[in-house]
């Protein structure tokens, strides 16, 4: 009840006239909307309140792929405008393409928080610029009907990983970058820093001989040298 005379105190109430110089200056800065829009003293509310007094209305259109807007400015005027219709998942905000590519290919390799930290390794950003992290990346698979990764889909696909793959020949990481670089293992790694992925059918009958390496070897029993032939 209290509130409700406020607010008819405040309606029965005369504004107070303003002064010559006030007038002016208001006379000024409705002249160049454009100064008032930006000037470092608006707020995301005075923004809001130039838009209600400048704009009569917007008569929005789907046609096709496209929305056609009509904007009824005071005074008079329209203005047309044609914008693209945003796709399922999509908004401004969209990760680049190459970087959206990424998180397709890398969710068949890795879950949410693994991704997140390639991304960043990579330096990949979201589409505010942000960092990634794991509930970004599940954000964005969800919004482009990528399915989260599942324990076991590498093997069920033949793949292995480099740990794997050092595991079955019984050598060292080293060693089976090694052989993937000389061609006898052909691998797939879809960034630098990612996963390889490392068809297993190519360890069957694979001999791994010991030779020199071109960096010193080590102590570790387990380090085996190769001669690529």
């Not at 470092?40 to 130039?50: F, L, Q, W």
């Not at 704009?55 to 046609?63: D, M, N, Q, R, Y």
């Not at 059918?201 to 694979?206: D, E, H, K, M, P």
């Amino acid at each position: 009840m209290h509130l409700e005379e406020q607010l008819a105190a405040l309606d029965s109430g005369q504004a107070a006239a303003l002064t010559a110089e006030e007038r002016a200056r208001l006379m000024t800065l409705g002249a160049d909307v454009e100064a008032l829009w930006h000037h470092p003293g608006a707020t995301a509310e005075t923004r809001k309140r130039i838009l209600r007094t400048i704009i009569v209305e917007i008569v929005a259109k789907v046609v096709g792929e496209t929305i056609e807007l009509v904007i009824h400015w005071q005074g008079g005027d329209h203005t047309r405008l044609s914008v693209a219709k945003s796709r399922t998942g999509q908004h401004r905000w969209g990760a680049d393409a190459e970087t959206g590519d990424l998180i397709r290919a890398l969710a068949r390799q890795q879950p949410d928080a693994g991704i997140a930290a390639i991304l960043n390794r990579a330096g990949r950003r979201t589409g505010k610029g942000n960092t990634w992290t794991e509930a970004r990346v599940r954000t964005f698979r969800n919004a482009h009907g990528i399915a989260v990764y599942r324990a076991g889909e590498q093997a069920e696909r033949g793949e292995l990983t480099l740990e794997q793959t050092a595991e079955r020949l019984k050598v060292s990481k080293m060693t089976v970058l090694r052989l993937i670089g000389s061609g006898t293992l052909q691998a797939r790694q879809v960034c630098k820093g990612a996963p390889w992925a490392i068809p297993e059918a190519q360890l069957t009958g694979l001999e791994v001989r010991g030779v020199p390496s071109r960096r010193p070897v080590t102590q570790d029993p387990d380090q085996r040298t190769l001669d690529f032939q």
